[in-house]
């Protein structure tokens, strides 16, 4: 199938596509039409891509610089691509795709913006004298190995044109595409410090195609983990949401980090389900519709607010602690943008490049915290 062929014509400005925020389980697909994107040079579908419209822009700056006051721990970002086929229900950035006036439930999963020039744009960017060199972080808003990137093929240019400008940088993702970069990474981390995440909260197949169905599953995704290993690359995990009653048991933990200290993992975060604005309703209509019984549950845990109970996440928070130092994870070290920069650093002073840590045989230190769970939510 030529990808040519299947281009869209543009709608007129003005229009709206932004109309699909139906049941999460039953929405039509979000229709084709146009919005007036700064940049756009056309919008593609195609079979290949059942249900996704490509609309591919040529952005003027890729290189973005975090709001002062965020709390996020990176300060530059580069995110190629706005919105995400991986389409986990549960995703933090669904909001941010209303400000392009799509809708944050289907348009986020189906209506995707490809920065076609990324690559180009950043390496001008970082050229520029002002440039401070400082940490850039990829995959922090939408996944930039999402099944896009096997088409359009931006990471390789991103991390080409980071890492000759001597800027570190760090990568989280989902998508096990990333393992089509491990000899340019490599190459990169020679030139800087270069951090990998991947982003695996659950072990259960099952649930993994309900709630992130997009996504390549968790086997594939350890396996990932253990690939970028063997490459001598370090290699966090971003472990949340973990989603409560889903994917809270003490099996369900035992199984998760066990399988991600037997891949090698190098740190995991793990915490509770973050319901957002924009998130929260597409999430909570998804709950009603797979797990009826969950709902009121549900309603009850968040309340009118983002976060879980302070009883829930404390009760979450020992549990991981267990699990953790079950697995052999220190208590300290987990996940952030910045840690995985310096994971880069710590594993080469520990870890000669090609080596390969011997596989975390944790004592199993008893943290004393009660498994049952509190009832009170
Ligand atoms: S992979 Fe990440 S960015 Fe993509 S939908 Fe899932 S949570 Fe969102």
């Known amino acids: 199938m030529r990808w040519d ?30 919005l007036p994107l700064a940049g756009l040079v056309r919008s593609v579908s195609t079979p290949e891509f059942a249900g996704v419209t490509f609309h591919e822009v040529t952005a003027k700056s890729v290189l973005n610089k975090v709001a002062a006051g965020s709390r996020m721990p990176f300060e530059w970002t580069v995110n190629p691509y706005r919105g995400c086929s991986h389409a986990c229900v549960y995703c933090f950035a669904r909001k941010s795709h209303t400000y392009l006036d799509f809708d944050a439930g289907l348009d986020f999963d189906s209506q995707v ?63 096990t595409l990333l393992a089509r970069d491990i000899p340019l990474l490599k190459h990169a981390a020679a030139q800087v410090p270069v951090g990998i995440g991947i982003s695996l909260a659950m072990t259960d197949e099952q649930l993994s195609e309900a709630v992130e169905p997009g996504t390549p599953g968790p086997r594939a995704r350890l ?35 066990g399988s991600l200290a037997a891949a090698g993992a190098t740190g995991v975060t793990a915490g509770a389900l973050y319901l957002k604005p924009g998130t929260r309703e597409w999430f909570m209509q998804w709950i009603a519709a797979r797990h009826p019984e969950l709902a009121g549950r549900y309603r009850r845990l968040y309340g009118t607010g983002s976060y879980a109970s302070k009883e829930y996440r404390e009760w979450l928070a020992g ?15 987990g996940f952030s943008h910045r ?12 870890y000669p490049a090609g080596s390969i840590p011997e596989a975390r045989t944790g ?15």
């Not at 995990?237 to 998760?256: F, N, Q, T, Y």
């Not at 549990?319 to 070290?333: E, L, Q, V």
């Not at 994971?343 to 520990?350: L, P, S, V, Y």
Request: proline share 7%; aromatic share 6%; with cysteine.
């Open 339 to 350: 840690d995985l920069a310096q994971d880069a650093r710590d594993e080469e002073a520990q």
């Open 363 to 377: 004592p199993g230190a008893n943290s004393g915290v009660e498994s049952a769970q509190p009832t009170l939510f």
């Open 223 to 257: 396996k990932l983990v253990s690939r970028l290993r063997e490459a001598g690359l370090p290699c966090g995990v971003m472990a949340m949401p973990i989603l409560p009653w889903l994917s809270d048991s003490d099996d369900a933990l035992d199984s998760l980090f």
């Open 319 to 333: 549990r991981i602690r267990y699990f953790k130092a079950r697995h052999g994870f220190s208590g300290s070290h």
């Open 5 to 34: 062929a299947q281009a869209l014509r543009p709608a007129p400005a003005g229009n709206n596509a932004g109309n699909s925020a139906g049941n999460a389980s039953a929405a039509a697909p979000a229709a084709d039409a146009l």
């Open 113 to 175: 913006v490809v920065k076609i020039n990324a690559a180009d744009v950043l390496r001008k960017e970082l050229a520029k004298p002002s440039w401070g060199h400082h940490h850039v972080a990829l995959g922090t808003n939408t996944d930039p190995y999402q099944r896009a990137e096997g088409r359009y093929q931006l990471m390789p240019g991103i991390i080409r044109a980071l890492a000759d400008s001597g800027t570190p940088l760090s990568i989280l993702t989902k998508g």
